[in-house]
């Protein structure tokens, strides 16, 4: 009997806490860290009398998110409290975003690298809540619980049903390029591994064109690796329970990092399980198209965007422009370097090989280094000229990036310009073969790598400065080639 083909299906759940100053319905430091149970107030923690106020930014950076992608923005958004008790929810319920009842932001998409060229990624809703406390399990066994992140604002992205994504792969890419689009935007730092960032996927698997198949979500994924592992993990773990004759059951999971592993934590809960209702102490978020579109111009070139932009308008390769926009700074950079009328490829060439190589060894952030664009600028523009040679572009690059020197400085005052005078290459050519016979004997019998020891020969007499292309075809005219 033959073996069952399964199509995995995924959807995607990601919660993106948002870069702003205070919680969402409070005054208390939303911040990573700090002393455990320190920034909390009555009303993160839910105290009887406190009363939530909106935090605008919040809604703000949620609004201008789903405009990013393309969601439709309801005029009209109300709160709920979703109703489920754990150690880690000190109010017992989150104050959230039902999704019937008009989320933030709905029926958008979000486009991803492919394959193919480009995927379409459809998205189900963009919401707005409060996250929750976090659980802390001590080495004496006992487990406790810091409420300092309960309260913050927390964004969640839902990607739609049936869900357009099928594969580990396609699901770390949408991870990765959402990720991208939130830090461009300024709403979120997505460090998963300090969770400010945070993805679940829902995965299941079916025969092909058959009906959606029994879900399992997925938690305490820490990292791209960890989802697209996790992925996998029970794709094949679901197929192996029904070759085996097994039911599936709707479960949240945990994820092993170490054992790269699931196990189950809980019988997934269903919505009516929360008991949904509308957040007494808090009025409906109505806007208006004035307000709407003054956010919508904020919005910057987002990383898809500039990435197609560098390969249709500049020629670059995709690697090429999906390497540059990998982070704000760096894409800005090279715009501005782009813009100085300097060759978009050699540009490329250099920040993601010596310049990002001399950052790295020195441990040196982008903002805090003494290159700007304007000394890649200069150094393109000499090598283009043929002022300077390629080994020697390297030289001056390196001392310009610890001295913060234009590189026409150092070329002009350690005399480095580079020889393209034909008579002064021509004798240093004669010179070269006078001295060397037995090499001309050797290369005359049919030894042609004997050329290159000549090429250095003169590139030694010329300490490094001759124009290669000229000491090559001289080379040929002298030896008779």
């Given at each position: ?23 969402m ?90 394959e ?22 001590l ?65 299941s ?12 979500e ?9 989802v ?38 809980r ?44 390969m ?27 813009t ?36 890649l ?105």
């Amino acid at each position: 009997m033959a073996e069952v083909q399964y199509v995995t299906s995924v959807g995607m759940e990601v919660h993106a806490e948002l870069l702003t100053k205070t919680k969402m319905f409070c005054r208390c430091v939303a911040e990573f860290g700090g002393e455990v149970n320190t920034r909390v107030c009555p009303t993160c923690l839910g105290l009887p009398g406190a009363m939530p106020v909106i935090n605008s930014q919040a809604v703000e950076h949620v609004i201008r998110t789903a405009l990013a992608m393309n969601c439709t923005i309801a005029m009209t958004s109300v709160f709920h409290r979703k109703n489920y008790f754990y150690p880690d929810l000190p109010k017992g319920f989150q104050i959230s975003q039902y999704e019937e009842t008009n989320p933030i932001g709905y029926k958008g998409w979000l486009d991803i690298p492919s394959e193919e060229g480009t995927k379409r990624v459809h998205l189900r809703r963009v919401h707005l809540e409060e996250d929750t406390g976090k659980l802390m399990h001590l080495p004496s066994g006992r487990s406790g619980v810091d409420c300092n992140r309960a309260g913050v604002p927390l964004m969640e992205i839902v990607t739609d049903y049936p869900p357009d994504i099928h594969t580990a792969s396609e699901a770390r890419e949408y991870l990765h390029q959402l990720r991208l689009l939130l830090i461009y935007l300024g709403v979120c730092d997505g460090k998963m591994e300090q969770g400010s960032m945070r993805c679940e996927p829902n995965i299941s698997i079916a025969e092909a064109d058959a009906p959606l198949g029994i879900k399992t979500e997925l938690k305490n994924l820490g990292s791209f690796k960890a989802v697209a592992l996790g992925i996998e993990h029970e794709s094949a773990r679901m197929a192996a329970s029904l070759a085996g004759g097994a039911t599936l059951k709707q479960e949240t999971r945990g994820w092993n990092e170490a054992t790269e592993s699931s196990f189950l934590m809980r019988i997934k809960e269903h919505e009516s399980d929360y008991r949904y209702f509308s957040e007494p102490d808090l009025p409906p978020m109505v806007f208006d198209e004035e307000y709407i579109d003054s956010l919508r111009k904020t919005i910057p070139e987002l990383p898809m965007a500039k990435r197609t932009r560098y390969m249709a308008e500049l020629g670059l390769s995709a690697y090429d422009a999906g390497v540059l926009v990998q982070e704000p700074n760096w894409a800005a950079f090279f715009d501005d370097a782009a813009t100085q009328r300097a060759d978009p490829k050699a540009l490329c060439n250099w920040m993601n090989g010596d310049f990002a190589r001399l950052l790295n060894e020195a441990k040196t952030p982008l903002e805090e280094s003494h290159i700007k664009p304007v000394h890649l600028v200069d150094l393109v523009g000499m090598i283009a000229a043929d002022a300077i040679s390629g080994k020697t572009a390297k030289e001056v690059f390196e001392e310009a990036f610890k001295t913060g020197e234009m590189p026409s400085a150092i070329v002009e005052k350690k005399g480095l310009s580079q020889i393209s005078d034909s008579a002064a290459i021509h004798e240093a050519v004669r010179a070269a073969i006078a001295e060397n016979p037995d090499a001309v004997a050797r290369f005359r019998e049919g030894k042609g790598n004997v050329k290159g020891f000549f090429v250095g020969q003169v590139m030694k007499k010329t300490q490094g400065r001759a124009n290669a292309d000229l000491v090559n075809s001289i080379l040929e005219q002298e030896l008779g080639e």
